[in-house]
């Protein structure tokens, strides 16, 4: 069965404190993993889309990389509006179905 | 830009009561689907559609029907609500396969008593 996990569940940074998100993944076929931001109150926002093991992809202070068990999502020197849950997601099979199964996310509080 | 509209934001029902959440988007996307997000649980797929005409179920499918009549929209139907479909509701559009990222509405946040 195909699976997504992540950790820590919740995490406290100081402003300026980097650090790592995790996404491990158990999957039959990788098409793509995703990770997408979510503030209360709204709908996720995409972020990156990671196709293969060794890839990277940034984004002002997050960095995205990808192997073939896992996913982290690092943020270097974050600030406050950083605060936000973060979901990873896997497109996964043989089909083009744009199905995705996410994990339960990490929600990530910067005080300043 | 509109994106992904989604109708209504608020609901409260009561057990047995059926309803319709709107969801439609101006971006002309193929793929659309639907969302539930419960506390601990994650998102998880209620219904999915790949184009007009064409839907399939999704991991909770349950209690739930959809139609896609038309490309810009994807109503979710409740046939007879329970306390167990409390949740709060997602619709999402892509261009393609989604490989290049989901358009997420805002949400329905609906309780059922």
């Known amino acids: 069965e195909d699976q997504v996990t992540q950790s820590p569940e919740a995490l406290r940074l100081q402003e300026g404190e980097s650090s790592s998100l995790n996404c491990s993944y158990t999957?039959?076929?990788?098409?793509?993993l995703f990770w997408y931001r979510q503030d209360p109150g709204k709908g996720p926002e995409f972020l990156f889309t990671?196709?293969?093991a060794g890839e990277e992809k940034e984004k002002e202070r997050l960095k995205a990389t990808l192997t073939k068990k896992e996913s982290f999502l690092h943020i270097t020197a974050p600030k406050p509006e950083d605060s936000a849950t973060y979901l990873c997601?896997?497109?996964?099979?043989?089909?083009?179905?744009?199905?995705?199964?996410f994990g339960q996310g990490t929600t990530l509080q910067v005080k300043p | 830009n509109a994106g992904v509209t989604q109708t209504p934001k608020f609901q409260v029902l009561k057990t047995g009561q059926s309803m319709t959440l709107q969801c439609a988007q101006d971006?002309?996307?193929?793929?659309m689907s639907w969302y539930r997000q419960d506390p601990g649980m994650g998102l998880r797929l209620i219904h999915y559609s790949v184009g007009a005409g064409i839907t399939d179920q999704g991991e909770v499918p349950n209690g739930y029907n959809v139609s896609r009549s038309t490309t810009e929209d994807f109503p979710l139907r409740l046939l007879s609500a329970a306390p167990s479909q409390t949740s709060v509701y997602f619709c999402?559009?892509?261009?393609?396969?989604?490989?290049?990222?989901?358009?997420f509405g805002s949400g329905t946040r609906l309780t059922v008593v």
């Open positions: 999957v039959s076929g990788l098409r793509g």
């Open positions: 990671l196709y293969s």
């Open positions: 999402a559009s892509s261009a393609g396969t989604g490989l290049g990222g989901y358009t």
């Open positions: 971006m002309n996307h193929e793929y």
């Open positions: 997601a896997v497109q996964a099979g043989s089909s083009n179905t744009g199905k995705l199964i």
